[in-house]
């Protein structure tokens, strides 16, 4: 690790020797770095004539610019890489917190090397290149159904709060220098205020680098992150507002301008909003269209999204409310439109791009204050400004909830209040405001920029270290990231439509009333306009969580298989040829095709797909027997995983994913029990005799439980799976077939001994929807556990029949059957 | 207040009404007047017609209305419950067990893949087939079942509902 830094550091030093001859000490725009003066040329020949052919020539001032923002850029995510090493230290600071301490040895090396400090953060950089990604990525992967329940009291905060945070910090340092406690500074009210709005708001970057890392529970999160966002609507207004008016002076500011300034916070943001929005809604109809194009698809995002940002600050309307707005609106639809592909490539590439921006955001705060020509100090000022900074903010905060206490369903507890007033981190948004300042009108500039560094400083690490234990004493409600099961969503539901219901009939306009009819109002007309017809199909809510559970279910039965070789090594002797890519390739790219529920899968039955029998030998059956009671208890803690509720707080991971081994033990489960029902009617085919006569008393115990399937059902939809059936030993084998009425032309493995073996444990017959049948991903190559899967079609029969499925069962009582197929074929 | 103590007045047994369920007199004349915009004959009695809602009795009359109801109060769990009184109405186990009679329709204290189809049909806002509801319900009681009995039990049921913010879900804020 310090082989790396001194390699780091050395080639630092290299590029900024060269980068000093052609360096002149100049505030650029575009770059985080600075351009070099036009004056010096780093022996480039080009200006000299040449007298002979150069075969190599020194280029530097040509690539120097895009040069130094990669080396920039890579430099930081080397920090992030070199401290992420040392687990320990990240358990206690803050990564940002980290970063910007790396920042300062750098500001420190480069000014010692340069005796002036040539990077800083520029603020058009930032505005315009780290910041978009970052609030695109809030907006897209922002939890809607929270946000929107919680709205109410993010907007309460984020303008009230924010408006009372910039009054109170501008009257309480006025009235101090009024007091004399600052010395002398050039200033006047306005220019206080205009101070006091710029760092008076909660930054969503830290928000993010400092709860990323604490989770919180969600509501909790959400208030206090969604405010941070929404507050840049009055942090613009306020900034510009003020700005104007110390640029009109004092006399000039009467009633009518103060009007003025009130209609332009309503005007910036809800035409923010709207601007968001409206891209929003273009984002959707474009992903209608881009079926042909899902190379470029994910693009498409990202571009309307920073579009949204830039027609917003065109506007000078409120850019970071515009693209959140943008991200909030099209999630839903976009990722309906979409392959699921793309939906994972623009997660994850705006996961990067965030992520990455947000670290080298970080750094060059650090290193922006290495600079001792931007250093003021005024003790008064800036303690006074910190103490204001807490004091209002707790003050607010209580006020507030206080007040939203009253009309919320779930109030919001002390500790909460504790948590949201602590978590008003002050950031880089500040700083980029105060460097935009001019200094002629603020001769106090520099020491606006110190005040503003230190209280960054101050909120980031401070606060950012002692939030984990504060939030570990007060016993903060954490985030549960479990996933919910199906029935718990179900359940949810179901409480959804009772409550509209008892709304209703109770007469009150309540929250729940106004979801249902947004409700309404979102399926009649948005997803017809917005969203591609086949995927309308599929939005139902309940199915797509059931299909992802059991798509979900299959990667693990693959990855199983995989882990134990190969979907190959159950079978024992017999080689019968594995056809997985002939599956395979059609599987995926039809996928998102198929989603339709009346699509009926034809086109996989036409390709034959091939099946493979495996029989499991008997110790993993062992195992897996012992385990599968083991797992009786496990499972209350399942953690399946639907893809919507990937809800991504967490930056750095896109998935958290815990508790492998109670996933597994579920799925296998799962498989397990849906395998001994298609199983029975399989070793229908090939035990007429015995296996049937079993399989049949077998249906009929878990008939008695549920509702049998009707008979006339069976033959409906089983027609081109089991023909066999019909051809073989009809009657007995229809019944057998009766646990399959619900499968449809699926994939999967039969596993003939091992149902049979499971057969007597567990009555349970699940059947495992249809989708999650044709869509089980086959690559051999990522098989881990396997449980048997089903395939399903003509062919399976020819394969089974041609096959000899050697199984060696366990005790019970198939010992005799299983041993038969060797002999039958 | 004049009219609340002659409304009150009206309702016979609203003492103990109270009682049971934790409202407030403010709040039972106004689901009082509630439920005579509801019962527009005047019957005293409310049948499905009125609100088009589906009614384990046929009828239901301001009592049971204002019970049903109580389900819904949010629940204060600041108060020290005395283990001596019975349950309160309003209570998550209470809650839990008004959402349970929900779906077991034949009042056998279990949920059959039967009573679980036939509340998914109802719920499902597109077209699902018939065998995809099937998967849905047999998966559901597959993860929720733990007896293997092919039906959830409130034992199940509550088990299956840990996470799940009851008193959020299940509360109107009105009825505080």
Same mark, same amino acid.
């Given at each position: 690790?310090?082989?790396?830094?001194?390699?780091?550091?050395?080639?630092?030093?290299?590029?900024?020797?060269?980068?000093?001859?052609?360096?002149?000490?100049?505030?650029?725009?575009?770059?985080?770095?600075?351009?070099?003066?036009?004056?010096?040329?780093?022996?480039?020949?080009?200006?000299?004539?040449?007298?002979?052919?150069?075969?190599?020539?020194?280029?530097?001032?040509?690539?120097?610019?895009?040069?130094?923002?990669?080396?920039?850029?890579?430099?930081?995510?080397?920090?992030? @890489?070199?401290?992420?090493?040392?687990?320990?230290?990240?358990?206690?600071?803050?990564?940002?917190?980290?970063?910007?301490?790396?920042?300062?040895?750098?500001?420190?090396?480069?000014?010692?090397?340069? =005796?002036?400090?040539?990077?800083?953060?520029?603020?058009?950089?930032?505005?315009?290149?780290?910041?978009?990604?970052?609030?695109?990525?809030?907006?897209?992967?922002?939890?809607?159904?929270?946000?929107?329940?919680?709205?109410?009291?993010?907007?309460?905060?984020?303008?009230?709060?924010?408006?009372?945070?910039?009054?109170?910090l501008g009257l309480g340092l006025w009235g101090c220098w009024l007091g004399g406690a600052m010395g002398h500074l050039n200033t006047g009210l306005l220019q206080l205020l205009l101070f006091g709005s710029l760092i008076a708001a909660v930054d969503p970057v830290a928000v993010i680098a400092v709860f990323e890392e604490v989770h919180v529970n969600e509501v909790l999160y959400?208030?206090?992150?969604?405010?941070?966002?929404?507050?840049?609507?009055?942090?613009?207004?306020?900034?510009?507002?003020?700005?104007?008016?110390?640029?009109?002076?004092?006399?000039?500011?009467?009633?009518? !301008?103060?009007?003025?300034?009130?209609?332009?916070?309503?005007? +910036?943001?809800?035409?923010?909003?709207?601007?968001? %929005?409206?891209?929003?809604?273009?984002?959707?109809?474009?992903?209608?269209?881009?079926?042909?194009?899902?190379?470029?698809?994910?693009?498409?995002?990202?571009?309307?999204?920073? @579009?949204?940002?830039?027609?917003?600050?065109?506007?000078?309307?409120?850019?970071?409310?515009?693209?959140?707005?943008?991200?909030?609106?099209?999630?839903?639809?976009?990722?309906?439109?979409?392959?699921?592909?793309?939906?994972?490539?623009?997660?994850?590439?705006?996961?990067?791009?965030?992520?990455?921006?947000?670290?080298?955001?970080? +750094?060059?705060?650090?290193?922006?204050?290495?600079?001792?020509?931007?250093?003021?100090? &005024?003790?008064?000022?800036?303690?006074?400004?910190?103490?204001?900074?807490?004091?209002?903010?707790?003050?607010?905060?209580?006020?507030?909830?206080?007040?939203?206490?009253?009309?919320?369903?779930?109030?919001?507890?002390?500790? !909460?209040?504790?948590?949201?007033?602590?978590?008003?981190?002050?950031?880089?948004?500040?700083?980029?405001?105060?460097?935009? #300042?001019?200094?002629?009108?603020?001769?106090?500039?520099?020491?606006?920029?110190?005040?503003?560094?230190?209280?960054?400083?101050?909120?980031?690490?401070?606060?950012?270290?002692?939030?984990?234990? #504060?939030?570990?004493?007060?016993?903060?409600?954490?985030?549960?990231?479990?996933?919910?099961?199906?029935?718990?969503?179900?359940? &949810?539901?179901?409480?959804?439509?009772?409550?509209?219901?008892?709304?209703?009939?109770?007469?009150?306009?309540?929250?729940?009333?106004?979801?249902?009819?947004?409700?309404?109002?979102?399926?009649?007309?948005?997803?017809?306009?917005?969203?591609?017809?086949?995927?309308?199909?599929?939005?139902?809510?309940?199915?797509?969580?059931?299909?992802?559970?059991?798509?979900?279910?299959?990667?693990?039965?693959?990855?199983?298989?995989?882990?134990?070789?190969?979907?190959?090594?159950?079978?024992?002797?017999?080689?019968?040829?594995?056809?997985?890519?002939?599956?395979?390739?059609?599987?995926?790219?039809?996928?998102?095709?198929?989603?339709?529920?009346?699509?009926?899968?034809?086109?996989?039955?036409?390709? /034959?797909?091939?099946?493979?029998?495996?029989?499991?030998?008997?110790?993993?059956?062992?195992?897996?027997?012992? !385990?599968?009671?083991?797992?009786?208890?496990?499972?209350?803690?399942?953690?399946?995983?639907?893809?919507?509720?990937?809800?991504?707080?967490?930056?750095?991971?896109?998935?958290?994913?815990?508790?492998?081994?109670?996933?597994?033990? %579920?799925?296998?489960?799962?498989?397990?029990?849906? #395998?001994?029902?298609?199983?029975?009617?399989?070793?229908?085919?090939?035990?007429?005799?015995?296996?049937?006569?079993? /399989?049949?008393?077998?249906?009929?115990? =878990?008939?008695?439980?549920?509702?049998?399937?009707?008979?006339?059902?069976?033959?409906?939809?089983?027609?081109?799976?089991? !023909?066999?059936?019909?051809?073989?030993?009809?009657?007995?084998?229809?019944?057998?077939?009766?646990?399959?009425?619900?499968?449809?032309?699926?994939?999967?493995?039969?596993?003939?001994?091992?149902?049979?073996?499971?057969?007597?444990?567990?009555?349970?017959?699940?059947?495992?929807?249809?989708?999650?049948?044709?869509?089980?991903?086959?690559?051999?190559?990522?098989?881990?556990?396997?449980?048997?899967?089903?395939?399903?079609?003509?062919?399976?029969?020819?394969?089974?029949?041609?096959?000899?499925?050697?199984?060696?069962?366990?005790?019970?009582?198939?010992?005799?059957?299983?041993?038969?197929?060797?002999?039958?074929? | 207040?004049?009219?609340?103590?002659?409304?009150?007045?009206?309702?016979?047994?609203?003492?103990?009404?109270?009682?049971?369920?934790?409202?407030?007199?403010?709040?039972?004349?106004?689901?009082?007047?509630?439920?005579?915009?509801?019962?527009?004959?005047?019957?005293?009695?409310?049948?499905?017609?009125?609100?088009?809602? *589906?009614?384990?009795?046929?009828?239901?009359?301001?009592?049971?209305?204002?019970?049903?109801?109580?389900?819904?109060?949010?629940?204060?769990?600041?108060?020290?419950?005395?283990? $001596?009184?019975?349950?309160?109405?309003?209570?998550? *186990?209470?809650?839990?067990?008004?959402?349970?009679?929900?779906?077991?329709?034949?009042?056998?204290?279990?949920?059959?893949?039967?009573?679980?189809?036939?509340?998914?049909? $109802?719920?499902?806002?597109?077209?699902?087939?018939?065998?995809?509801?099937?998967?849905?319900?047999?998966?559901?009681?597959?993860?929720?079942?733990?007896?293997?009995?092919?039906?959830? $039990?409130?034992?199940?049921?509550?088990?299956?509902?840990?996470?799940?913010?009851?008193?959020?879900?299940?509360?109107?804020?009105?009825?505080?």
């Amino acid at each position: 690790m310090s082989g790396l830094w001194h390699g780091k550091i050395l080639m630092l030093m290299v590029v900024l020797t060269v980068s000093r001859h052609s360096l002149a000490f100049q505030a650029r725009n575009a770059n985080p770095s600075n351009q070099p003066g036009t004056n010096a040329s780093t022996g480039n020949g080009t200006e000299n004539t040449i007298t002979t052919l150069p075969i190599v020539t020194w280029k530097w001032h040509h690539t120097e610019g895009p040069y130094l923002v990669a080396l920039w850029v890579l430099v930081s995510w080397i920090c992030k @890489l070199v401290f992420q090493l040392n687990p320990a230290l990240t358990n206690v600071f803050p990564e940002s917190g980290l970063l910007i301490c790396i920042g300062w040895v750098l500001g420190g090396i480069i000014y010692g090397a340069d =005796k002036v400090q040539t990077f800083r953060l520029q603020p058009f950089t930032f505005f315009y290149y780290l910041l978009p990604p970052i609030v695109l990525d809030a907006g897209y992967s922002m939890p809607n159904k929270q946000f929107m329940g919680n709205l109410g009291a993010i907007l309460v905060h984020a303008v009230i709060g924010t408006v009372w945070n910039a009054a109170s910090l501008g009257l309480g340092l006025w009235g101090c220098w009024l007091g004399g406690a600052m010395g002398h500074l050039n200033t006047g009210l306005l220019q206080l205020l205009l101070f006091g709005s710029l760092i008076a708001a909660v930054d969503p970057v830290a928000v993010i680098a400092v709860f990323e890392e604490v989770h919180v529970n969600e509501v909790l999160y959400i208030i206090v992150f969604g405010e941070s966002l929404l507050n840049d609507g009055v942090t613009v207004v306020l900034f510009n507002v003020f700005d104007a008016f110390v640029s009109l002076g004092g006399p000039a500011i009467n009633a009518v !301008e103060i009007i003025k300034g009130i209609i332009s916070f309503f005007v +910036v943001a809800f035409g923010g909003s709207l601007v968001g %929005i409206a891209f929003g809604i273009l984002i959707s109809l474009l992903t209608r269209l881009t079926k042909k194009t899902p190379t470029i698809e994910p693009g498409f995002i990202f571009v309307f999204g920073y @579009l949204s940002y830039l027609t917003a600050e065109f506007l000078s309307l409120s850019a970071i409310l515009s693209c959140t707005f943008c991200g909030v609106f099209c999630q839903k639809y976009v990722n309906t439109n979409m392959s699921e592909k793309s939906v994972n490539t623009v997660r994850t590439t705006m996961k990067v791009f965030a992520n990455g921006s947000e670290t080298v955001i970080f +750094v060059f705060l650090g290193i922006s204050a290495i600079d001792p020509s931007i250093w003021v100090w &005024n003790t008064g000022f800036i303690l006074l400004t910190l103490l204001f900074i807490f004091v209002f903010r707790f003050m607010g905060v209580f006020v507030l909830t206080w007040i939203l206490n009253q009309y919320r369903l779930v109030p919001l507890g002390l500790i !909460e209040q504790l948590v949201m007033g602590y978590g008003g981190l002050r950031g880089a948004v500040a700083y980029g405001l105060v460097f935009l #300042l001019d200094e002629n009108k603020y001769k106090e500039k520099n020491l606006m920029i110190s005040t503003t560094l230190l209280v960054v400083y101050f909120t980031v690490m401070l606060q950012g270290i002692t939030m984990k234990p #504060l939030v570990n004493w007060l016993k903060v409600k954490r985030a549960t990231t479990d996933e919910a099961m199906l029935a718990e969503k179900i359940m &949810n539901r179901t409480f959804d439509h009772m409550l509209v219901a008892i709304e209703d009939i109770s007469g009150q306009i309540g929250h729940n009333y106004l979801w249902d009819k947004w409700h309404n109002f979102e399926e009649k007309w948005l997803f017809r306009i917005l969203m591609n017809p086949t995927a309308r199909k599929s939005r139902d809510y309940i199915f797509n969580i059931f299909h992802q559970l059991n798509l979900k279910d299959a990667m693990s039965y693959v990855q199983e298989g995989e882990r134990r070789g190969s979907l190959a090594f159950v079978r024992n002797d017999s080689k019968a040829d594995v056809d997985f890519n002939k599956q395979f390739d059609t599987d995926f790219t039809d996928m998102p095709d198929i989603m339709g529920p009346d699509h009926i899968p034809v086109p996989f039955v036409r390709d /034959s797909v091939p099946s493979v029998s495996l029989n499991m030998h008997e110790q993993d059956q062992k195992m897996r027997e012992s !385990e599968d009671f083991n797992a009786h208890h496990l499972l209350q803690q399942h953690l399946y995983k639907g893809r919507k509720q990937r809800h991504t707080y967490s930056r750095k991971q896109p998935v958290v994913n815990r508790d492998e081994d109670e996933v597994q033990e %579920i799925f296998q489960r799962t498989m397990r029990s849906r #395998l001994e029902s298609f199983k029975s009617a399989k070793m229908g085919v090939a035990q007429p005799k015995k296996i049937t006569k079993h /399989s049949k008393k077998d249906q009929t115990e =878990k008939m008695s439980n549920g509702k049998p399937a009707d008979d006339s059902k069976i033959h409906s939809y089983g027609d081109e799976d089991f !023909e066999f059936s019909e051809g073989d030993s009809a009657g007995d084998a229809a019944g057998g077939s009766f646990p399959m009425a619900a499968y449809k032309g699926g994939a999967g493995i039969v596993n003939p001994a091992y149902m049979a073996e499971m057969d007597s444990n567990e009555p349970i017959n699940v059947a495992p929807s249809q989708r999650a049948q044709l869509r089980l991903p086959w690559t051999p190559t990522n098989l881990r556990r396997l449980a048997p899967l089903r395939l399903s079609t003509h062919s399976n029969d020819s394969f089974l029949l041609a096959d000899s499925p050697v199984v060696k069962p366990t005790g019970k009582n198939q010992t005799a059957n299983i041993r038969h197929p060797a002999h039958a074929f | 207040m004049g009219s609340t103590n002659s409304t009150l007045s009206k309702i016979p047994n609203v003492e103990e009404l109270m009682r049971e369920t934790g409202f407030s007199p403010a709040h039972i004349v106004r689901l009082y007047d509630r439920f005579e915009s509801l019962d527009k004959e005047k019957t005293g009695h409310l049948r499905p017609e009125d609100f088009g809602a *589906i009614n384990r009795q046929d009828t239901v009359d301001f009592h049971s209305f204002v019970r049903i109801l109580a389900h819904f109060r949010p629940a204060e769990n600041n108060r020290p419950r005395d283990p $001596s009184l019975p349950e309160p109405v309003n209570s998550r *186990i209470s809650k839990l067990k008004f959402a349970f009679q929900l779906y077991d329709l034949d009042k056998d204290g279990k949920i059959s893949r039967a009573e679980l189809l036939q509340v998914l049909r $109802s719920m499902m806002e597109m077209q699902v087939t018939e065998e995809q509801l099937e998967s849905i319900a047999d998966r559901t009681i597959q993860e929720a079942d733990l007896d293997r009995d092919d039906a959830i $039990s409130f034992e199940e049921f509550r088990k299956s509902l840990e996470k799940v913010n009851i008193d959020h879900k299940m509360s109107i804020r009105f009825l505080r």
